[in-house]
């Protein structure tokens, strides 16, 4: 069982910043693939971006490449989601998983088996 907890989310101005940050529990967060998806009312979860575990290696929504960056401190336990240059179109609610078995697409909300219970992200225009 993996437990995931996310923080940082609040109310900005466009074109502000926000950070994000996941904690995890599991012994073995490093091999975790981890994502960060959002899902705004009415819509359907969407992909932001995600980094695999022990390579690092990582992927982002065209939406948001450039603007947002993923990281990861496996000593913390902990992925990060930086955000830049934030637009009224980011509001959403924001969601960490965890992927373990790399079953699915890194893309794909089906594929991860754990998820944390997401954070507000609200950008004032």
């Known amino acids: 069982q993996v437990q995931l907890v996310e923080s940082g989310g609040g109310l900005v101005q466009a074109g502000g910043s926000l950070r994000l940050s996941c904690a995890a529990s599991?012994?073995?967060?490093?091999?975790?693939?981890m994502g960060w998806f959002r899902q705004a009312p009415g819509k359907e979860r969407e992909f932001i971006a995600c980094i695999s575990g022990n390579s690092g290696l990582a992927l982002y929504a065209d939406s948001v490449k450039d603007r947002f960056t993923i990281s990861r401190d496996n000593t913390k336990n902990t992925v990060y989601l930086q955000m830049h240059s934030l637009k009224p179109e980011d509001t959403a609610v924001y969601y960490c998983a965890a992927d373990l078995g790399y079953d699915l697409g890194p893309r794909d909300p089906r594929g991860y088996d754990y998820w944390g219970q997401g954070t507000q992200v609200t950008v004032s225009s």
């Open positions: 599991g012994r073995t967060f490093s091999t975790y693939r």
